[in-house]
């Protein structure tokens, strides 16, 4: 019997219906992800790639094609696959603790009502959010709200943690500090990563592989590159290594070489 | 304070060691010494002594009334000046003062309140303000009925897509039917002044209520329902933890605007129908030609519907922050 990956999509394809037909979104992707690995996925906009992760998610059904989770079909969403959402997508009348609180009650049912505090607890202070606890998203920063739902997503104790183009809505440096913070969170947890950027920088620093697709509609994946780094990861350390520049003239030779923005090729 | 005075001791030795060679410095690297004014203002003002806390409120207190009450003020006196004749249709404010006198002094004549609650004398003259409370009663009981079951109704076809599509045609409709027409129908089916008042506010406030109510339900951003889906939220869970509180803004909009219609529609049937309650006393004054009466009564509703809807909005605020 052939080997399955931890996480593996195969042969996925996502179909929407449209006026007079269907629109074909990805087109027989097959992804291997092991466990522990921080995958990230780029490519134009457009391109599907959030269709993809909301497929690994279970928001989207895939019309053709199979995802397993260790094994298992993936059929629903579940909290097993946190997701970090790009809009964060923290309830406003909730307070930053309870936010998180309401994803540890559903997942830790089992445990204490103090132990559930100290979980929510841990997981702000792992992000350094602890301090704002008492706090609604709106009185905190944008750069918070996603500490915050970075960490929500972390106290479900995920299989796979997915996440939305996270950074997206940032300012370059709040991205900084943030990127900092999941590398910090990947080592500790050795947590499964699949995470949508748009940044060439973001994708080759954070990941251990660049998933590059191909432009829509019926996108593929167009090219698969393991970013060879040695971990721990320092900004500043990277910048000058011949492998990291590598990685990234690769990736953005795929992204505007090779695949060209299609708004950029009409203009 | 001290900062900018070490800065400006260190920076002339590092502009003056051209450390480079011959090359001399160029323009842009010439360090200039910190501006001497900066240096010297090492100590702000101080900051004047803090205000007595009562005072410092009387003072933006006034600040917020003292235009309304100007202006009212002049227009109470261009009003005075363009009734001031004697043969003027409409009394001036004076006039009304001096023939309402008595309504406005004693408003809440026939009212006792003893240890059983409030009491109002069913019959013969009774002041504005048993008027005005038995108006008031009669919209709690009605816009309180239509409050519950506007909501309900309202999340109803906000979340079940055929419930939608069967009644959202309806309440269009009969939406834009203004309250006094239901009235005939009202009194043929009650055949009583006060079920079918009370019927009347109904009909008329629920409208905005259950159409409100839909709009936040079926509003609810996708990343609430992701968030729901993702977390695996039972329908239960979903409806109480996500739904409800991303909609009770949208449900006390519905309120707000539903408990001004009910004011608007109250003193129309009291005047049609006759007995108690405000809008009786309109038409009361009326026919006996007691215009001072009618405009003292007219404030007394104007004051009454703006603290009905200062106090629908306050419960408002209260729920969304809890």
């Known amino acids: ?267 | 304070m001290s900062t900018p005075a070490t800065h400006a001791v260190r920076t002339p030795p590092a502009a003056a060691q051209p450390d480079s060679g011959p090359a001399a410095t160029s323009e842009s690297a010439i360090v200039l010494d910190y501006p001497k004014a900066a240096i010297v203002r090492s100590s702000l003002p101080p900051v004047a002594a803090r205000e007595n806390a009562v005072l410092a409120g009387f003072k933006s207190l006034t600040s917020a009334v003292l235009p309304t009450l100007l202006m009212l003020f002049a227009l109470l006196a261009f009003w005075q000046m363009a009734c001031a004749s004697p043969t003027s249709p409409l009394p001036g404010p004076m006039r009304v003062w001096e023939e309402a006198h008595d309504v406005i002094m004693h408003p809440l004549k026939g009212v006792t309140l003893d240890l059983h609650g409030l009491h109002i004398e069913g019959q013969g003259d009774v002041g504005v303000a048993a008027h005005i409370l038995k108006s008031l009663g009669r919209v709690l009981m009605g816009y309180g009925l239509a409050a519950v079951v506007g909501v309900l109704l309202g999340m109803l076809v906000g979340t079940n897509r055929h419930a939608y599509r069967a009644l959202d045609p309806l309440f269009q409709v009969l939406r834009t039917v203004p309250p006094l027409a239901w009235l005939p129908i009202s009194l043929a089916v009650f055949q009583q002044v006060q079920p079918s008042a009370i019927f009347l506010i109904f009909i008329t406030a629920i409208w905005p209520i259950i159409l409100n109510t839909s709009a936040g339900v079926q509003n609810l951003p996708a990343s609430y329902r992701n968030v729901g889906r993702v977390l695996a939220l039972n329908p239960i869970q979903y409806f109480v933890r996500i739904v409800l509180p991303a909609t009770v803004p949208h449900i006390f909009t519905g309120l707000r605007i539903g408990v001004g219609m009910s004011w608007l529609a109250i003193v129309a049937a009291e005047m049609v129908q006759g007995g108690t309650g405000i809008g009786f006393f309109i038409w009361d004054s009326y026919n006996s030609s007691l215009l001072s009466d009618t405009i003292v009564a007219l404030v007394w509703i104007g004051m009454t519907g703006f603290a009905l809807d200062r106090i629908v909005a306050g419960i408002g605020r209260l729920v969304a922050r809890a």
């Open chain 1, 1 to 267: 019997m052939k080997h399955r990956s931890y996480l593996a999509l195969e042969g996925v394809t996502v179909e929407f219906p449209v006026k007079g037909g269907t629109f074909c979104a990805l087109d027989h992707i097959d992804l291997s992800i092991e466990k522990g690995q921080f995958v990230a996925l780029i490519g134009h906009s457009g391109c599907g790639k959030s269709t993809l992760l909301n497929a690994v998610a279970g928001l989207t059904r895939p019309s053709k094609g199979v995802i397993f989770l260790e094994g298992g079909v993936i059929d629903r969403p579940g909290p097993d696959r946190a997701v970090v959402f790009q809009d964060h997508s923290l309830l406003p009348w909730l307070t930053v603790a309870e936010n998180v609180a309401l994803a540890v009650d559903q997942t830790a049912r089992d445990k204490s009502r103090a132990e559930r505090r100290d979980w929510v607890m841990h997981n702000l202070e792992l992000v350094q959010m602890a301090h704002a606890a008492t706090k609604r998203p709106a009185e905190i920063s944008g750069g918070m709200k996603q500490r915050v739902g970075i960490a929500r997503a972390i106290a479900m104790n995920p299989r796979v943690l997915l996440m939305d183009e996270p950074f997206g809505a940032l300012d370059a440096l709040t991205r900084a500090a943030l990127q900092d913070v999941v590398m910090e969170l990947q080592a500790k947890l050795a947590s499964t990563v699949l995470m949508i950027t748009h940044d060439v920088d973001e994708a080759v620093l954070l990941a251990d592989r660049v998933v590059m697709m191909t432009n829509g509609p019926a996108a593929r994946i167009g090219e698969d590159l393991v970013v060879d780094l040695p971990r721990p990861r320092r900004r500043l350390e990277m910048i000058d290594l011949p492998a990291y520049g590598e990685a990234r003239g690769a990736v953005i030779r795929f992204l505007h070489e090779r695949y060209r923005n299609p708004a950029t090729l009409a203009a």
